[in-house]
């Protein structure tokens, strides 16, 4: 057994065993990984090594966007725009089967755009959208099946924390491409639930009876075209080259303080303590996360372990829809065990290169992997955006899943279709000359 197998199973175990110890997934990584490389360096060197790998992993400019997209997502979670993006949503919805479950879907898609976070998604849109479903005679827990199947597509559709991270760990991919690459998937899973949300709502008979008029049209528009337009100014911003992705972070949040401050007041100076605490938090998380996980790319590096597991998997089969569909199942069980970033930040330098060899590009492995993790965040045992799903829709796991088995057929048939169809990734970044 050469040292890059013995590596990776030293990684395997130790990471397995601290996980299942409790130990926060950050130490585990630099702990494992620090384990891994023991057989070739000495105690000293290896942890010198590591310390400095963490400095130099997030030693990086493009990081800096992480914590103003955290921010600017955490100004728009409490400023008010939930209702105005359901409002305005019900306005594309009409009075179809299911037109609440519809609005559900839509605003989740645009609320997770805005906000960057699928649990913040799920909360927000679950909390005020679902007393009105129930109201109207919607099952609780058809309306958190939908609240949770919709919750991630934020996720896809751009800004995306965890394109970035993804862009970084990947070795420079271009965020630029990453983010239009994620337009096409991420509106193709929401447009899959909607069709069986139309399917289920006809069968059991939920109809919508609201109608606007054309004031109240008008009125809802005025309100969440200035939230929408954060969307256009930022990712429009970038497309043109008027600013970078780091800098389009801080228009962002200069853009959803002016917003939630001035215009929709909705949110006071005093709050902006307790926001931008909480923004500390999870960027310190995230970037520590990335910080050690450089660590474990240099082990890799140094051991050769990427190319043994690449190896090991075309003697398999050097059918490119045979390796996909193999990374595609590794890449679910994954997400169903672990957070996205870390998840992200372990697989890329693993699966890329394999990938690359069959001829991937790497925006259109890097939306693969989003796809596939973001799978995970709804489903058991560490499903995030699942249980908060589950809070606010007041019902239980056990009875939301057999409801959510129809979305993940439909989910994991758009998962294939991104997969063996690359244009449906590679389109829009290739319009705009990004690859």
């Known amino acids: 057994m050469n040292i890059a197998w ?6 395997l175990v130790v990471l397995v065993a601290m996980l299942l110890a409790g130990v926060p997934i950050a130490i585990a990584l630099a702990v494992s990984s620090i384990c891994a490389i023991l057989p070739i360096l000495e105690f000293e060197p290896a942890v010198l090594t590591g310390a400095q790998r963490i400095f130099s992993g997030i030693s990086v400019f493009n990081l800096i966007a992480i914590p103003f997209f955290i921010l600017a997502g955490n100004i ?14 019900k306005l594309f919805t009409g009075r179809i089967p299911g037109a609440l479950a519809h609005t559900n879907v ?15 998604a799920a909360s927000a849109m679950g909390s005020i959208i679902g007393p009105v479903e129930e109201e109207e005679g919607y099952d609780r827990d058809f309306s958190a099946a939908v609240n949770i199947a919709t919750a991630p597509t934020g996720l896809l559709i751009p800004p995306s924390n965890v394109m970035i991270t993804y862009a970084l760990v990947s070795g420079g991919t271009s965020i630029a491409a990453l983010f239009m690459a994620g337009y096409i998937p991420g509106i193709m899973w929401g447009l899959s639930c909607m069709i069986v949300v139309y399917l289920i709502a006809k069968k059991k008979g939920y109809k919508s009876t609201r109608r606007f ?38 228009v962002a949040v200069v853009y959803s303080l002016v917003l939630s401050l001035f215009f929709y007041r909705s949110i006071s100076w005093r709050d902006l303590p307790q926001i931008f605490k909480d923004s500390a938090e999870m960027t310190g998380i995230i970037i520590f996360l990335i910080g050690v996980s450089s660590i ?20 398999i089969s050097n059918n490119r829809y045979v390796i996909l569909i193999i990374i595609n199942i590794l890449l679910l069980i994954v997400g169903t065990f672990m957070d996205m970033t870390p998840a992200c930040l372990i697989f890329t330098p693993i699966f890329l290169p394999i990938c690359q060899q069959i001829g991937m590009n790497s925006v259109h492995f890097g939306i693969m992997m989003i796809f596939n993790l973001c799978i995970g965040t709804i489903t058991p ?7 908060v799903g589950v809070k606010v829709g007041k019902t239980k796991i056990e009875n939301v899943i057999r409801p959510l088995l129809c979305y993940f057929a439909a989910i994991f048939f758009v998962l294939l279709l991104v997969t063996y169809i690359p244009a449906l990734s590679m389109w829009l970044p290739g319009l705009l000359g990004y690859v």
């Not at 013995?6 to 990684?11: E, L």
């Not at 728009?76 to 949503?89: T, V």
């Not at 429009?236 to 080259?241: A, K, L, S």
């Not at 045992?381 to 249980?387: A, E, I, K, Q």
């Open 6 to 11: 013995i590596a990776g199973i030293i990684i």
């Open 76 to 89: 728009m979670n409490k400023g008010g725009i939930a209702i105005r993006l359901i409002n305005f949503a």
């Open 106 to 120: 839509v605003a989740n898609m645009l609320f997770g755009a805005i906000s960057g976070s699928g649990t913040a």
């Open 213 to 250: 008029s054309g004031k109240e049209k008008l009125n809802i528009a005025f309100q969440a075209i200035p939230c929408l337009l954060m969307i256009v100014i930022v990712i429009g911003g970038i497309i043109g080259g008027i600013f970078t992705a780091t800098e389009g972070a801080v």
């Open 296 to 315: 474990m790319s240099w082990v890799m590096a140094f051991t050769g372990l990427p190319g043994a597991i690449s190896d090991a998997m075309l003697s």
């Open 381 to 387: 045992p560490v499903g995030t955006t699942l249980f």
